[in-house]
């Protein structure tokens, strides 16, 4: 398992120095959220797309993928009937799987509740619709797009694993893939993480996990446990990127994330 900081965290810091820190910490991968890079982030660039590169080569970190994608610029929505702003969130979508691939990242992460937000019936449809494009453009670029399940009440369309499957199956692309994220699988599964865990990755299905806490902090700071989640990877065999992604950083996003890397290594090495 390779550990990637889910680069937000730390988003007051220049990316320079983020890469540095995460390197410091033991980190191997930054997870970009696009809007720490610019409301155009989408639109880099390749002078800005080789100093990300670089800056990272320096620090001996990578990119190991993206998430928290249309977040910027503002009024995104692949559920939207309006075609005009649904056809610019997909560009957006597009153009970010290719951005991942330059930037060097193997997976992108759509959680995105706002903006697939679904209100009226059609809603699902153009959603759906612009995941199957997603998932034809990851393909191309050898990426994988994974279908994060989200938590109610932040979000209204697919908050299992189980729905997230259905959709995977039935845009039926094997760059379009689901994933794990602590926090909401700790809320919506009946299922613990570590049994989901144990059912979903033989699948084949499963291609990321991003670990928080109930709390909403990181890994080690509430009371989930995370050594039986761990085990659960070790005994499924994942060798994957396993991202730290809290909302709430106190005392600051560098302690934050000390803090995490610290926690999870020392669970790591208990089950090496």
């Known amino acids: 398992m390779k550990l990637s900081l889910c680069n937000e965290v730390i988003r007051e810091l220049p990316f320079e120095r983020q890469c540095a820190l995460a390197g410091a910490l033991g980190y191997v991968g930054l997870e970009i959220a696009p809007f720490t890079l610019g409301d155009e982030a989408w639109r880099m660039p390749a002078s ?3 100093s990300v590169r670089r800056a990272c080569a320096d620090a001996g970190v990578e990119v190991s993928g993206l ?7 503002t009024g995104l929505s692949i559920a939207t009937e309006d075609r005009k702003v649904w056809q610019r969130s997909v560009d957006v979508l597009l153009s970010s799987i290719y951005l991942c691939a330059e930037l060097g990242g193997a997976y992108l ?5 706002g903006q697939r937000r679904v209100v009226g019936s ?11 494009a997603a998932a034809a453009a990851a393909q191309e670029a050898g990426v994988v797009y994974c279908l994060e399940p989200l938590a109610r009440p932040d979000c209204n369309f697919v908050n299992t694993l189980t729905e997230a499957e259905v959709v995977v199956r039935r845009i039926g692309n094997p760059a379009f893939r689901l994933m794990i994220d602590t926090l909401a699988a700790s809320v919506e599964e009946k299922d613990s993480v570590a049994d989901a865990i144990r059912r979903w990755m033989p699948t084949g299905l499963m291609a990321h996990i991003q670990f928080n806490d109930r709390n909403k902090r990181g ?7 995370f050594a039986s989640v761990i085990q659960a990877l070790h005994e499924t065999d994942y060798d994957g990127w396993v991202a730290m992604e809290p909302f709430i950083y106190e005392p600051d ?11 999870v290594q020392g669970l790591l090495e208990q089950n090496a």
């Not at 059609?122 to 199957?132: F, I, N």
């Not at 890994?219 to 446990?225: A, H, Q, R, S, V």
């Not at 996003?253 to 926690?263: E, L």
């Open 219 to 225: 890994p080690g700071e509430g009371d989930d446990k």
């Open 122 to 132: 059609d809603d699902a449809k153009r959603v759906e619709e612009a995941w199957a």
């Open 109 to 113: 992460v759509h959680g995105s509740p």
């Open 67 to 73: 998430h928290w994608l249309l977040a910027a610029p």
């Open 253 to 263: 996003g560098p302690t934050c994330a000390a803090r995490m890397i610290g926690y």
């Open 48 to 50: 800005k797309r080789a």
